[in-house]
């Protein structure tokens, strides 16, 4: 492990695991139905991969690019789109795919801006969620785990744009984002 990465919070296999059972409860709930996934780029890529091919439902996917953070580890509150969706919401049943959710903030803002597209339904996947954060009550239909209010790298997650391809997920060293 480098220097910066201080421990393992989530192994792959425990990853792999929860994915497993989050698909299988998705699978239940959308039977008969097809399911538009919406990824939120970048942070969800990996989660994407991973959740989508465990899925029996029929789905398509699609991306969404939001800025809420800078290249610092703090929600700014404000919510840019840098890249929208390609799909027409209009009485698609939506699945949005997120990597962590941590104020709530970004979420909040994106899950009312896609409900306004008249879907038929929108609720959230989210593999990670540090409940100690959260400032806004959003409703979270799949969580994978609830972890501490510290910054994390790995399985898509990035500081600085690092760290992504990680298989697991790690905590950061304190050092590298305080000074
Ligand atoms: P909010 O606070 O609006 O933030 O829920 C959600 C977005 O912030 C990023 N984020 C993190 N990224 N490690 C990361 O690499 C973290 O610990 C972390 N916490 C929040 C992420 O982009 C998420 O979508
Ligand atoms: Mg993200």
């Given at each position: 492990m480098g220097a910066d990465l201080e421990h393992v919070l989530l192994t792959p296999d425990q990853i792999a695991e929860r994915l497993d059972a989050m698909a299988a409860q998705i699978d239940e709930d959308y039977a008969g139905r097809e399911l538009l996934l919406v990824g939120v780029l970048k942070g969800a890529v990996m989660v994407m991969a991973d959740l989508s091919r465990r899925l029996h439902t029929p789905v398509t996917m699609d991306w969404m690019a939001v800025s809420?953070?800078?290249?610092?580890?703090?929600?700014?509150g404000v919510v840019r789109i840098l890249k929208d969706l390609d799909?027409?919401?209009?009485g698609r049943d939506v699945l949005v795919v997120e990597d962590i959710v941590d104020s709530g903030l970004t979420l909040s803002w994106l899950v009312a801006n896609l409900r306004s597209r008249k879907p038929a339904s929108v609720e959230v996947a989210a593999l990670l969620r540090k409940p100690e954060s959260a400032k806004v009550d959003v409703d979270l239909a799949y969580v994978g785990f609830d972890i501490p209010s510290e910054f994390v790298v790995g399985y898509g997650l990035d500081y600085a744009e690092r760290y992504?391809?990680?298989p697991f997920v790690g905590t950061l060293a304190k050092h590298v984002y305080t000074s």
């Open positions: 809420s953070y800078g290249s610092g580890t703090k929600s700014s799909t027409d919401l209009l992504r391809t990680l």
